[in-house]
T-cell receptor, first 111, second 115 residues
């Protein structure tokens, strides 16, 4: 079973702070990594994708990947109350086509 | 507008009934997927299809069936054999032009409730 693990939270950060969300995965041959944001009652929305070791920045979001440690993270700078949502980590193995999801981390940004 | 359309948004099923959830995409994506989400849980894969007339079981396929007769459409039938069908059902699609390095995008979901 290919596991994707996330801390369920809730992670609470004050407005303007950096939120750090973490994800570990068990399948060493995993190749593609994605972060989705899901508001309550809504479908997941893609935020970031990352395929190579290192950092990838897009606006206030930075994804970090370390394949040796089987670890991927998402940093949200200058957090806003509108960032309050559940963040889902998804992993695709090079032996499969579908995404495996973690259970998500609930983020609460307080004004 | 390009996108993935799921219908209906809400669906109520009586015990013993089969119901079919619709998923249509106009993104010209090759691959389509069905996931199930229970409260406080992540997404679990039911079925996926990479090409027309071909599909594979995911982790929780029992009690579900699918078809892929057209590239644009991937309907999911929840049969009476599915003992606990109440959940949020999500359809997704992705292209395959960059192989594994392609993002998947989701429809707005169908919330199924057994009454």
């Amino acid at each position: 079973q290919k596991e994707v693990e996330q801390n369920s939270g809730p992670l609470s950060v004050p407005e303007g702070a950096i939120a750090s969300l973490n994800c570990t995965y068990s399948d060493r041959v995993s190749q593609s990594f994605f972060w989705y944001r899901q508001y309550s009652g809504k479908s997941p929305e893609l935020i970031m994708s990352i395929y190579s070791n290192g950092d990838k920045e897009d606006g206030r979001f930075t994804a970090q990947l370390n394949k040796a440690s089987q670890y991927v993270s998402l940093l949200i700078r200058d957090s806003q109350p509108s960032d309050s949502a559940t963040y889902l980590c998804a992993v695709r193995s090079n032996s499969g086509y579908a995404l495996n999801f973690g259970k998500g981390t609930s983020l609460l940004v307080t004004p | 507008d390009g996108g993935i359309t799921q219908s209906p948004k809400y669906l109520f099923r009586k015990e013993g009934q089969n119901v079919t959830l619709s998923c249509e995409q106009n993104l010209n994506h090759d691959a389509m997927y069905w996931y199930r989400q229970d409260p406080g849980q992540g997404l679990r894969l039911i079925y996926y299809s990479q090409i027309v007339n071909d599909f594979q079981k995911g982790d929780i396929a029992e009690g579900y069936s699918v078809s892929r007769e057209k590239k644009e459409s991937f309907p999911l039938t929840v049969t009476s054999a599915q003992k606990n069908p109440t959940a949020f059902y999500l359809c997704a699609s992705s292209s395959w032009d960059r192989g594994l390095n392609t993002e998947a995008f989701f429809g707005q979901g169908t919330r199924l409730t057994v009454v």
